[in-house]
């Protein structure tokens, strides 16, 4: 067992405890503090891994933009120190199921995945590799599905604008 | 020849020589950790005690005076009075959350602090998305100060942290956008190559006017998001006491005092960095003899002269300009910096893609 | 027009906050004029300015004659009772009644340094003094009484 190894280890324990306390925690914001630590758990995977630029990718989407939204929500909506009810036994149960059912799915894809071992070296990608990867449009190119997120997100935008803005009657 | 490399080089060799890789490893990481530590202590004294005397220079005081010589050991007696302190916690509060928020406003700013190049080839990690890892994990600081907000049970806590959230969340972007500016320029995020492209001229320079304008951008959104006056919202002690740190005392309030200052000198460093090259000495294209005598100046002075220009710029706004409001604020971000770096972004890129640029 | 009154409305911030700069840039690189009195070392020269109020005095004469008249005027004017005006009667060489302070009480715990009582004097017979080291072991001390022992009114002050 080297470092590596070991490290590795760390980081998974780290986020698996993480999720299980973010779960089973009753103070919804120590919840999303907890789901936080999750996610940069698995950003530390991803650097374990040499996948920078997903792992930063992963930190500011994640734990700076949804997070943070979570918890202003949960500001906006609840008192601090405030404990959730406890949960029926039939929900508990069901939600077991459904995390039980999940992680076989998981399971059973990675057992009959055969993981293809790398041997060359493979160079680490420069962000105008990534740059033109993204927007590419020949095999393996990101062009499409980038531009329907653009869409997609430019549909959200305006969607918010409208919800928030006040028409001009109801001032007057 | 003593340079910061040429030290960390034979402490390297002598590793190498003595002990097996994966201790050499270890014990490397450990002194990374000792001396992270260490410049923390530094700049947090002498970051305070700057503070303390550019305000009172410009307010036409004097300053602390009292504490050694002009007064410089103020920050001394400071740091002893914060330490022996009784650190409280209230019984309202969180408490496991109240204890981890300062250790994690502590923890972003360690790790904010490995891509940077304090001298030539003297770099923590040269990790190839350098400045994207920058603001990435620059967007953790709100999460201390949410979680500080939150758990004091405190109402000026919880107003605090929610406009420091509202105004870092929506200051990033511009940030970010004037950090892009210049990386359309250069075409790498990794530091190291950010400052080998500034060898015949810095950004600012090589770059026109939008890499003025991105430098202006930049410095009122970095301002900003350090919750530093005149956005100091967060903390307004007019209004709120002291915002999310209101119930915090001794240690763990120091912590997030000396956060506070650390970001300040990280955000300044990455400000010199890419806008005024980082550890590169001043050249001027054609005049090879003046280019030599620059060249003589060790690159650890260089970085330090630049990013603590900038920090006294950022303190000279603060001693200059009242606090805004928070609707101003955000109008300012909103409807001023956001629409002008945007624009300034694609001009940028026009200017990168005709080759206009130096 | 819109964009031009957006970057009209740009330049002017812009302009206005280089001026601000410009000037604190001046007192910070010009680190002469300092306002810090440095007060238990320059006792001796420290100068206050005329406006500084310390405490509420009552000037005496050479032949121990003040310009009270007893009339009440600053005990009514005190917003928190400060003064007492403890009032006697002479009897004049013309054999008239005339009314007159046996002393006026003084209580500096209480006062406020608002000044009222001043304005309120007909007579200007007391004034705010520049004194400002206060502070006593014991609080009695501080009940003061402004006119000097067998003190006269001045002659003419009605």
């Known amino acids: ?172 | 020849m003593w340079s910061f490399s040429y030290i960390a080089n034979e402490i390297h060799e002598w590793l190498s020589k003595t002990f097996n890789p994966t201790w050499t490893l270890i014990i490397e990481m450990v002194l990374a950790g000792v001396a992270v530590i260490g410049l923390f202590a530094v700049l947090g004294l002498i970051l305070v005690i700057m503070e303390r005397k550019v305000s009172a220079w410009i307010q036409i005081r004097l300053g602390p005076n009292r504490v050694g010589p002009k007064g410089m050991m103020q920050s001394m007696a400071d740091t002893v009075k914060l330490m022996v302190k009784e650190g409280l916690t209230p019984t309202g509060a969180d408490k496991i959350m109240f204890n981890v928020a300062p250790v994690i406003a502590m923890i972003v700013a360690m790790l904010l602090l490995a891509p940077i190049a304090f001298a030539k080839n003297f770099q923590l990690w040269d990790l190839n998305i350098g400045v994207l890892y920058v603001s990435c994990v620059s967007s953790l600081m709100v999460i201390s100060i949410l979680m500080a907000g939150w758990s004091s049970n405190n109402k000026y806590s919880l107003l605090g942290a929610m406009r420091s959230g509202a105004q870092i969340v929506s200051y990033e972007l511009s940030a970010g956008l004037s950090i892009l500016t210049i990386i359309v320029f250069t075409g790498d995020l990794q530091m190291s190559k950010i400052i080998a492209s500034q060898k015949t001229g810095w950004w600012i320079f090589k770059g026109h006017i939008p890499a003025l304008i991105a430098f202006i951008t930049f410095l009122i959104a970095v301002t900003a998001e350090t919750n530093r006056a005149p956005f100091d919202l967060a903390e307004a002690e007019s209004e709120l006491t002291a915002g999310f740190h209101t119930e915090y005392s001794g240690m763990k309030f120091a912590l997030f005092f000396l956060a506070e200052y650390v970001n300040v000198f990280i955000v300044c460093a990455i400000g010199a960095t890419l806008f005024l090259g980082g550890w590169m000495p001043f050249h001027i294209s054609t005049w090879t003899g003046f280019n030599h005598v620059m060249d003589y100046i060790p690159s650890s002075i260089w970085f330090f002269g630049k990013t603590f220009f900038l920090i006294f710029v950022i303190m000279w706004f603060r001693w200059t300009f009242p606090r805004l409001r928070i609707d101003q604020l955000l109008n300012l971000e909103w409807k001023y910096l956001l629409p002008i770096s945007m624009i300034n972004l694609l001009v940028a890129t026009l200017m990168a893609m005709m080759g206009w640029h130096f | 027009m819109f964009i031009t009154r957006y970057i009209k409305e740009v330049w002017g911030a812009v302009k206005s906050l280089t001026t601000g700069m410009k000037r604190t840039l001046y007192y910070f690189t010009h680190h002469k004029e300092i306002i810090t009195e440095q007060y238990p070392d320059n006792r001796d020269t420290l100068v206050l300015p005329d406006r500084f109020k310390g405490e509420v005095v009552m000037p005496h004469n050479e032949s121990n004659e003040h310009r009270c008249t007893g009339c009440t005027a600053c005990e009514l004017a005190c917003p928190n009772g400060t003064i007492k005006v403890i009032t006697r009667f002479d009897i004049t060489p013309e054999g008239k009644k005339k009314k007159a302070i046996d002393k006026l009480v003084y209580h500096l715990e209480l006062c406020t340094m608002c000044g009222l009582c001043i304005e309120a004097c007909p007579s200007d017979a007391i004034k705010m003094a520049q004194t400002f080291e206060h502070s006593v072991f014991d609080r009695n001390k501080l009940t003061k009484v402004l006119n000097n022992p067998d003190s006269k009114i001045m002659e003419g002050v009605e």
């Open chain 1, 1 to 172: 067992m080297n470092g590596s190894i070991i490290i590795f280890y760390l980081l998974a324990a780290f986020t698996l405890a993480f999720g299980i306390y973010s779960v089973l925690c009753r103070q919804i914001f120590r919840s999303a503090i907890y789901l936080l630590f999750t996610l940069v758990g698995i950003a530390g995977i991803y650097f374990w891994l040499d996948y920078e630029f997903i792992a930063a990718v992963q930190i500011v989407v994640y734990v700076g933009g949804i997070v943070v939204l979570i918890i202003f929500s949960v500001f906006l909506t609840h008192q601090a120190g405030e404990k959730l009810p406890k949960q029926l036994l039939s929900r508990k149960l069901f939600g077991a199921l459904a995390a039980f059912c999940g992680f076989a799915l998981v399971l059973l894809q990675v057992f009959q995945h055969e993981f293809a071992v790398v041997n060359k070296d493979v160079p680490s990608p420069t962000v105008r590799d990534i740059g033109s990867k993204m927007l590419g449009t020949d095999h393996g190119g990101y062009a499409l599905p980038f531009e329907v997120i653009s869409i997609l997100l430019l549909a959200a935008m305006v969607g918010c604008i409208v919800i928030a803005m006040r028409s001009r009657k109801e001032v007057n």
